[in-house]
Nanobody, 123 residues
Framework: QLQASGGGLVQAGGSLRLSCTAS????????MGWFRQAPGKEREFVAAITWNGSNTYYADSVKGRFTISRDAAKNTVYLRMDSLEPEDTAVYYCASPKKISGWGTSIVDYGFWGQGTLVTVSS
């Protein structure tokens, strides 16, 4: 089970840090990803990190502003979001592939999903 938290209302230019804590399953050997879904739009990839944190990948729209990281001891993945823009407003979901070897930027690459946390950026 994945539990996302940390969303809220922030002004443009501000920052937030999302957390995703895993329980009931050890996600330490799995890649993790963050996706988001804005109102009326499809869910889209935001960022991903390998199981040991050695590699990360970002969508072009957030590159340079968002940072994904993980703490293996806490079984938690983070998404630090800086320089937020109104276009970043969305429900943010954390996700994990079903297989240890899983990795990707597509929704179909991930089999376990958190419940989502809402981020609202005001202009």
């Amino acid at each position: 089970q994945l539990q996302a938290s940390g969303g809220g209302l922030v002004q443009a230019g501000g920052s937030l840090r999302l957390s995703c804590t895993a329980s009931g399953r050890t996600f330490g050997r799995y890649a993790m990803g963050w996706f988001r879904q804005a109102p009326g739009k499809e869910r889209e990839f935001v960022a991903a990190i390998t199981w040991n944190g050695s590699n990360t990948y970002y969508a072009d729209s957030v590159k340079g502003r968002f940072t994904i990281s993980r703490d293996a001891a806490k079984n938690t993945v983070y998404l630090r979001m800086d320089s937020l823009e109104p276009e970043d407003t969305a429900v943010y979901y954390c996700a994990s592939p079903k297989k240890i070897s899983g990795w990707g930027t597509s929704i179909v690459d991930y089999g376990f999903w958190g419940q989502g946390t809402l981020v609202t950026v005001s202009s």
